[in-house]
Structure formats: structure tokens, C-alpha cells
Antibody, heavy 118, light 110 residues
Framework: QVQLQQWGAGLLKPSETLSLTCEVN????????WSWIRQAPGKGLEWIGE???????NYNPSLESRVTTSIDTSTSQVSLRLKSVTAADTAVYYC????????????WGPGTLVTVSS | QSALTQPASVSGSPGQSITISCTGS?????????VSWYQQHPGKIPKLIIF???KRPSAVSDRFSGSKSGNTASLTISGLHPDDEASYYC??????????FGGGTHVTVL
């Protein structure tokens, strides 16, 4: 069974860089993409972007200028960096396994609440 | 890409059936059969309940069913249970390797 663990700083100041890591117990190789999805308090889900084992990335155009994802297949870890954060980036950030080419998310991490406040 | 449009809330009594709509455009739902639905209870992580518009993971109750017509996808919950009270999100491939979600629908079991 796929399990995703997440960690990273939960409190940031405006202009800082958000950094989260997601570790997958079954490894990150194979025909999957590893996505990041966020949910602002009381709001809906927003897809941030994704990466596969080869390092191929796709990003939400609204965040693309500030987002970077990376992967380390040797440690089965996927990372998200979002620079120049503002209060609008306050959200629970999830990593999720994405099925391709069918575009659905079948396993989710527990989520990490990131609060941006001065 | 704009978010998919869902009603903010839907309600029903135990045992009834309800349907949640998810409206997109010719560029997403209308173009691709790649709609998925997620159930999220308060404080919990989203759970996949429908993929490829109509398919259901084996562990998901057959009371949940999905359909699609034109630019609109729908999720039907039959025989409503108190435990079905949750938020439901639709999601679609939008071309160019992009994914969009709906704003979510809160289901209340009266």
C-alpha cells in the first residue's frame, strides 16, 4: 500500500521560500507523477504542479514563475519549493500520487499546513 | 484555466439520491473523459471515489456513480448515508498537461 509522508516548515514570513518534502514508501519510479496540491483554509483544491521519476515537470500557469519541484529517486523523495510567499499562499499542502495518462490522484499525503504571516 | 463550476451545497435525506454537477468547457470536460471526483470529510485528506468520469475504485461503495454529458460531469450518491456528509470535488484534465479542480460541493444529510 502506498504511503506518503510529508514534512516542512509550517510558519513563514512574507517573501520567504516555502520548502516541503514528500517521501514515498514504495519508491518514486514507474509510470506515476508526483503532484502537489494545496487547499487554502475553508477553500477548494488547487493543483500546483507535478514531477515524474525522470524529472519531467508540469506546473499550474498561475504559480509557474514561483514554483520548483524536484525528485530524488534514491531516497524516494519529492520536494516542492515556492518562492516569494504571501498570505495568499497560506494553505494545507498535499503531495499525491498521480496516475498518468488518466490524470487522477489515487494516494494522498497527510497534508502540511503552511501559514504565511509577518 | 478557470476552475470547474460546482454548486456550493446540496442536501438530501437519508436513503435519497442526490446529484452534484461539475461544469467545465470545451477545453477540459468537453474534450477529455478524464474527470475524477474526491470526497473530503472535515479535517481529513481527499479520497478518490470516481476516475475516468464513470469508473469506481474497487474499495468505493457502488452507491457512488459518475457520468458525463458534453461539458458537464455529474456525481450521483444513491441511498444517502449520514457518513456521506462531506465536501466533494471534481477534477479534470485541461490539456497541455494541466489539471483543474472544481470549487467543491458540501453535501448535507438532513
Amino acid at each position: 500500500q502506498v504511503q506518503l509522508q510529508q514534512w516542512g516548515a509550517g510558519l513563514l514570513k512574507p517573501s520567504e521560500t516555502l520548502s516541503l518534502t514528500c517521501e514515498v514508501n514504495v519508491g518514486t519510479s514507474g509510470g506515476f507523477y508526483w503532484s502537489w496540491i494545496r487547499q487554502a483554509p475553508g477553500k477548494g483544491l488547487e493543483w500546483i504542479g507535478e514531477i515524474n521519476h525522470s524529472g519531467t515537470t508540469n506546473y499550474n500557469p498561475s504559480l509557474e514563475s514561483r514554483v520548483t519541484t524536484s525528485i530524488d529517486t534514491s531516497t524516494s523523495q519529492v520536494s516542492l519549493r515556492l518562492k516569494s510567499v504571501t498570505a495568499a499562499d497560506t494553505a494545507v499542502y498535499y503531495c499525491a500520487r498521480a496516475r498518468r495518462p488518466k490524470y487522477y490522484f489515487d494516494s494522498w499525503g497527510p497534508g502540511t499546513l503552511v501559514t504565511v504571516s509577518s | 484555466q478557470s476552475a470547474l463550476t460546482q454548486p456550493a451545497s446540496v442536501s438530501g435525506s437519508p436513503g435519497q439520491s442526490i446529484t452534484i454537477s461539475c461544469t467545465g468547457s470545451d477545453d477540459d470536460i468537453g474534450e477529455y473523459n478524464l474527470v475524477s471526483w474526491y470526497q473530503q470529510h472535515p479535517g481529513k485528506i481527499p479520497k478518490l471515489i470516481i476516475f475516468e468520469a464513470t469508473k469506481r475504485p474497487s474499495a468505493v461503495s457502488d452507491r457512488f456513480s459518475g457520468s458525463k454529458s458534453g461539458n458537464t460531469a455529474s456525481l450521483t450518491i444513491s441511498g444517502l448515508h449520514p457518513d456521506d456528509e462531506a465536501s466533494y470535488y471534481c477534477c479534470s484534465y485541461a490539456g497541455r498537461r494541466l489539471v483543474i479542480f472544481g470549487g467543491g460541493t458540501h453535501v448535507t444529510v438532513l
